[in-house]
């Protein structure tokens, strides 16, 4: 069982739908993370937040947007998407941001982009 | 840049034997080492983790070996069960922010 709750599990949508990925973390978190996951490559970081704030913008295209309006709920916003950005979506979070801090990840939502 | 490789890219070990997965990093400010085990559909989970200050760490069958003079480190499984085959993460970290290898994929046969 999961501390961390992502919805949808799966997504399948067009280059030019908007849709977006929740994200809910049931541990008593400060900080939020989103990372992609594509095959046989590293999980990539690609936003964090701590407190609400952002701390970390990966050089993520505009076409991702996230939201964060408390510790609890991360959301990843999405428009105009690639089909290169099909991918395993993650997202987790931390007790804060120091070293002995580990990132609880949630189960993922499985995006395809037509 | 891929701050830490990561090797095999995936291995088949007999159940009873032991499975090695190495890492390498570059980056000499990473104080902490993470590895993460993830089973197909779910997220990655924590496994073990190790601080450079230390050379070995050992948490049941799981054991982190590191080498902080040649920048490596290494996760070995022992008596491995069909219940690890799963695709094994090395991490690096400096605060917060993680650099994953890419992952090994380990398929324990009974």
């Known amino acids: 069982e999961t501390g961390v709750t992502q919805t949808p599990r799966h997504l399948v949508m067009g280059m030019t739908n908007k849709k977006s990925l929740k994200c809910e973390q049931h541990?008593?978190?400060?900080?939020m993370y989103w990372y992609k996951q594509s095959a046989k490559k590293p999980l990539e970081l690609m936003f964090v937040y701590n407190f609400k704030e952002q701390t970390e913008n990966n050089s993520v295209p505009s076409r991702f947007s996230p939201e964060c309006p408390n510790s609890s709920h991360l959301f990843l916003h999405l428009h105009t998407l690639q089909p290169e950005d099909s991918a395993l979506y993650l997202c987790?979070?931390?007790?804060?941001?120091?070293?002995?801090?580990?990132?609880?990840f949630g189960d993922g939502t499985r995006l395809s982009i037509l | 840049q891929q701050q830490v490789k990561q090797s095999p890219q995936s291995l088949i070990v007999q159940k009873g034997g032991i499975s090695i997965i190495n890492c390498a990093y570059e980056?000499?400010?990473?104080?902490?080492f993470p590895w993460y085990q993830q089973f197909p559909g779910k997220g990655p989970a924590l496994l073990i983790a190790?601080?450079?200050?230390?050379s070995e760490k050992k948490e049941g069958r799981f054991t982190i070996s590191f080498n902080k003079s040649a920048k490596q480190f290494s996760l070995h499984i022992m008596d491995s069960q069909p219940g690890d085959s799963a695709t094994y993460f090395c991490?690096?970290?400096?605060?917060?922010?993680?650099?994953f290898g890419a992952g090994t994929t380990v398929t324990v046969r009974a």
């Open positions: 980056n000499t400010a990473f104080d902490y």
């Open positions: 190790i601080r450079p200050d230390v």
């Open positions: 541990l008593g978190h400060n900080a």
């Open positions: 991490a690096a970290s400096r605060a917060y922010k993680l650099s």
């Open positions: 987790a979070s931390s007790q804060g941001q120091g070293q002995d801090q580990p990132q609880h």
